[in-house]
C-alpha cells in the first residue's frame, strides 16, 4: 500500500509510552489494586511494579522502537484513509462520520468494554468508540497467522472500523439487545453475521480508497484476503484444538471471511452487505 507520506490522523491516543515503564498510568483497576497489595503486603518503593501478563516488551532495543514507530505511523495513516472514505460514504446516505478515536497500548490497557492485553488482539469498542490495537499485532500476523504485509494489516484496522461503522448505523446496539435475549448458540449465529459484515465494509472501504487515492499496490488485496482466510475461526479452532466446532464461531469460517471482504471489494457497495438477511448464513 502506498502511505508514506499521507496524512496521519489525529484521532489516536498513543498509550505506547504510558505502558512502557511497569507502574501504568492508564491501568486503571488491576494497576490500582497491584499498588494496594504492594502497599499491604509492604513492598518496597521503588516505583517500578510489575503487572501480571503485562510488560513483556518494556524494554525496546532502538531498532525495535523505530519499527513500532513506523507501524504507529502507518497505522494512523490507514485511520486517516477510513476516515476519509467514511465520512464520504456516510455523506451520501446524509450523514455524518464522527471518527473513532484509536488507541495504541503496548502489553495492557483498559477500554469501557474492559481490559484489553495483547493477547485479546485488536478489538473496537462500541462504549467508548474507541479502536484498541497493540502494535504487536502486527507481527502476530506475519509470525503467528502467516499472514504478512502492510495490506493485512490494514484490513485488520478497516475491520474495526466496519464495526465502528455498525454501531454508527444502530447495528452494534441491535445486537448488544440479543445478547440478554438468546442463547449462546443463536447469539453466535449472529455474532458471526456482525463479524462477516464489518469484513464486507472493510472490503468496500478498500474498494474507495483506492478510487480516491490510488494506494494499492499489486497484491495488496491478495493480502487482506490472506489475513482474512488465516484468521477464520475454522482456522483458528483447528490450530488451537485440532477440530471444529462450527456453532461456536463467532467471526466465520475463513471461506466466510474471504468471501464477504471480496465481495465488498468487488461491489463498493454498503447497501449489499446485510449479513443478517443473507441465505448462506441462516
Ligand atoms: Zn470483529
Redesign the pocket.
Request: proline share 0%; hydrophobic share 30%.
Given at each position: 500500500m502506498r502511505w508514506i507520506g499521507g496524512r496521519e490522523s489525529t484521532n489516536v491516543d498513543d498509550r505506547r509510552g504510558v505502558s512502557g515503564g511497569g507502574l501504568v498510568a492508564g491501568g486503571g483497576i488491576i494497576g490500582v489494586i497491584v499498588v494496594i497489595l504492594r502497599l499491604l503486603l509492604g513492598g518496597g518503593g521503588d516505583g517500578s511494579i510489575p503487572i501480571p501478563g503485562g510488560g513483556q516488551s518494556q524494554q525496546m532495543t532502538t531498532e525495535e522502537k523505530a519499527a513500532d514507530d513506523e507501524r504507529a505511523k502507518f497505522v494512523k495513516v490507514v485511520l486517516g484513509y477510513t476516515e476519509d472514505v467514511w465520512t464520504q460514504l456516510m455523506a451520501q446516505q446524509g450523514k455524518q462520520y464522527p471518527a473513532p478515536t484509536l488507541v495504541l497500548f503496548r502489553g495492557q490497557a483498559q477500554s469501557a468494554c474492559g481490559f484489553a492485553s495483547s493477547a485479546t488482539g485488536p478489538?473496537?469498542c462500541p462504549g467508548d468508540q474507541e479502536l484498541y490495537i497493540d502494535l504487536s499485532f502486527y507481527q502476530e500476523l506475519k509470525d503467528r497467522f502467516n499472514a504478512p504485509g502492510d495490506f493485512a494489516m490494514a484490513y485488520v484496522v478497516a475491520?474495526?472500523v466496519?464495526?465502528h461503522i455498525q454501531k454508527l448505523l444502530g447495528i452494534a446496539d441491535k445486537m448488544e439487545r440479543l445478547h440478554g435475549q438468546l442463547n449462546e448458540t443463536e447469539y453466535n449465529k449472529y455474532s458471526v453475521m456482525?463479524?462477516l459484515q464489518?469484513d464486507f465494509f472493510a472490503g468496500v472501504w478498500a474498494n474507495h480508497v483506492q478510487q480516491m487515492k490510488n494506494v494499492l499496490e499489486e497484491g495488496d488485496i491478495d493480502e487482506a484476503l490472506n489475513a482474512a482466510t488465516a484468521i477464520g475461526d475454522d482456522r483458528l479452532q483447528k490450530e488451537a484444538q485440532g477440530y471444529v466446532v462450527p456453532e461456536s464461531f463467532t467471526?466465520g469460517t475463513s471461506k466466510q471471511r474471504y468471501y464477504w471482504f471480496k465481495k465488498g471489494f468487488d461491489t463498493g457497495d454498503i447497501n449489499q452487505g446485510d449479513t443478517f438477511h443473507d441465505p448462506s448464513l441462516q
Open positions: 478489538f473496537y475491520h474495526e466496519g464495526h456482525m463479524e464489518a467471526h
